[in-house]
Every structure is written in structure tokens, then in C-alpha cells.
């Protein structure tokens, strides 16, 4: 009786050990900044997965299981799902670039880019990982068991992007600034409501169009990274998986993190400068303040109306910055957080 009495009492001291670990780690999870890094890892992993994977069959599959389409297609409807899982929690940026511009811009404050930055990066490097997983097999037997970088069996392309030979490094450059400033610009046409928005519900997959636009019309010179959490992490991975220090080859590796963010920055500037709507500084201060930091969230977009036919009164414009961390329900007449 005495043995049982004290099994008894050890059992509940180890429940009770037990619920405030998992209270804490509850109360941890609940935390807004950690499910915005989650949300971004989460995301960003679902993108990448896809995107990769389309790659392993474009260059694995000896032109019978993947084509360039097919990797368009692959990217940009894993961003589609990218956004779908984590659009409501962090806006689903899954794109250091398109972070970077909206903590320069004033539309995110910049205490959340190492964040947002981190979850990408880890989702990035996982997906890596499990593309690497999963096409082990098929990478040993095309390549004869040596992983190379160059050549015609050249597998680090799988995971990172290389310049071609016909490209110098400095017009590689302007063209991901270029690519990358096309995708912000268009972003910020697809949340604008005083534009001519993406219809409720649609954006996830209008700005996966997007993507696949810019890779089937732009993306032959470089292979349009746009994104340094695309390119870094993977290319980290295979250095480190046995590919060596080569995937660092001709400089290359520093314009996919460096020319995006500047070209995110300098197309969101010529959109808010050329297209959106003149908007006073005063109203950036209120609308600052009425910003909830703690929470972002993808806001319902309104179907475009066209004007009617008889004249009316204008109304006076807004004088509220469009800003990319606006909480819902409602744009109110400015951007949520970009997506990829």
C-alpha cells in the first residue's frame, strides 16, 4: 500500500511537472512575433518545396517529367500556397526583398525584419533539405555520383540560381534590380483599393500569376531569383551537402541577396511616387497610430467599381500612406503586407 501510495503521489507531482512545461510552451506559441516567424518559416517552406521540386524535374527528368513552364508554374503556385497558409498571420512575405521594402517605406516597423528574415531563411534552407531528401536517388543517377556545379551534369542549379556565360555579372545585376522592381511595383497595384485591386479572396492567386509572368516573360538571363531567401539558404545547403565551396563561383552569389531588396524598394518608390493616390504626411501619423504592430493581417479586398455614368461630386482623397501592415477587416483605403 505504502509503494503504491507513493506511485501514485510521483504520478501527479509529474503531471503537475508537466502542465506548466506545456502551459509555457502554449503561452510561447501564442505570442504574436513567434507566429509571425513561424507563419514566415511555414510559408516559406510550402513555396520552396514546390519550387524546387520543379526545378529537380526540369533537370532530372531529361525532358520527360519537367519544363521551364513547369518551373514557372511550380514557383508561382507555390507562392499561391505559400500565402494561403500564412497569409492571415504575417501577410506572407516569404521574400527577404519585399520585407526589406516594407520596413524601409515605413509600412512595417524594422524591429520585425530580423524576424520575418530568420523564418524565411530556416524555411528556405528545410526546403532545401527535403528537396535534396527526396530526389537523393535521381540526383546520384544523373550526375554518376558526383555532384557538380557546372558542366552537363551540373546539379547545384536545382537549388540555386547561376549566371549564364553570356551574361556579365553587373547586367545580371540591373536585371534581378529590374525583375525585382516589377514584382513590388505590381504588389502594389494587386492591394491597392484606390487603384484597381485583386477581387476578395483572388490575391493569393493573382500575385502567384505574377510570379509565373515575370519567370515566363524575364526570367531566361538569370533564372529571376528575386528573393534572397530563395537563393541564399539553398545555396548554402549545398555547400555544406557536398557540393563545395564552388557554388560561390564568379561572385555570382551576392547579387540574388543585394540587388532585390534595392530593386523592391526602388519599384515600391515608383508606384507610390507615379501611381498611388497624393496623400498628405499628417494622416501618416493617425494611421501609424492606429496601427495595431502586434498583428497583421491579410484584409479583404473590395471588387473594382467602375464610375457611373452621371457626374458626381468628387470626394476629397485620402491622406492616409498606403501601409503594408494595416490590421483587417478592411483596407480602408491602404496596402497590407506584400506577399513573395
Not at 7 to 29: C, D, E, H, K
Not at 70 to 88: D, E, I, P, Q, R
Not at 224 to 240: G, K, Q, V, W
Request: charged share 10%; hydrophobic share 45%; net charge positive.
Amino acid at each position: 500500500m505504502a509503494q503504491e501510495g507513493r506511485q501514485q503521489r510521483s504520478t501527479r507531482s509529474s503531471r503537475m511537472g508537466s502542465w506548466p512545461v506545456s502551459g509555457r510552451v502554449q503561452a510561447t506559441l501564442q505570442k504574436q512575433v513567434v507566429r509571425e516567424f513561424l507563419a514566415e518559416f511555414v510559408s516559406t517552406y510550402v513555396m520552396m518545396v514546390f519550387g524546387l521540386g520543379s526545378v529537380a524535374h526540369l533537370v532530372l527528368g531529361n525532358n520527360r517529367y519537367g519544363s521551364y513552364l513547369g518551373v514557372n508554374l511550380g514557383f508561382g503556385f507555390g507562392v499561391t500556397m505559400g500565402v494561403h497558409v500564412a497569409g492571415g498571420v504575417s501577410g506572407a512575405h516569404m521574400n527577404a526583398a519585399v520585407t526589406f521594402a516594407s520596413c524601409a517605406l515605413g509600412r512595417m516597423p524594422w524591429k520585425k525584419f530580423p524576424v520575418y528574415v530568420l523564418g524565411q531563411f530556416l524555411g528556405s534552407f528545410a526546403a532545401a533539405a527535403t528537396t535534396y531528401g527526396l530526389f537523393y536517388m535521381a540526383i546520384l543517377h544523373f550526375s554518376g555520383g558526383h555532384l557538380n556545379v557546372t558542366g552537363p551534369t551540373a546539379t547545384a542549379g536545382i537549388f540555386a540560381t547561376y549566371l549564364p556565360d553570356y551574361m556579365t555579372l553587373w547586367c545580371g545585376f540591373l536585371n534581378e534590380v529590374f525583375l525585382t522592381g516589377m514584382l513590388q511595383l505590381c504588389l502594389f497595384a494587386i492591394t491597392d483599393k484606390e487603384n484597381s485591386p485583386a477581387l476578395q479572396g483572388t490575391q493569393a492567386l493573382v500575385i502567384g500569376v505574377l510570379v509565373v509572368i515575370i519567370g515566363v516573360s524575364l526570367g531566361m538571363n538569370t533564372g529571376y531569383a528575386i528573393n534572397p531567401s530563395r537563393d541564399l539558404p539553398p545555396r548554402f545547403f549545398t555547400f555544406i551537402a557536398g557540393w563545395g565551396k564552388e557554388v560561390f563561383r564568379n561572385n555570382w552569389w551576392w547579387v540574388p541577396v543585394v540587388a532585390p531588396p534595392l530593386g523592391a524598394y526602388l519599384g515600391g518608390v515608383v508606384y507610390l511616387a507615379f501611381i498611388s493616390a497624393p496623400r498628405g504626411p499628417q494622416r501618416l501619423e493617425s494611421s501609424a497610430g492606429r496601427e495595431d504592430p502586434g498583428r497583421t493581417m491579410l484584409p479583404k479586398a473590395n471588387p473594382y467599381t467602375p464610375a457611373p455614368l452621371a457626374p458626381v461630386p468628387a470626394a476629397p482623397a485620402s491622406l492616409a500612406v498606403p501601409t503594408l501592415t494595416q490590421p483587417a477587416p478592411a483596407f480602408g483605403g491602404s496596402m497590407p503586407l506584400e506577399r513573395f
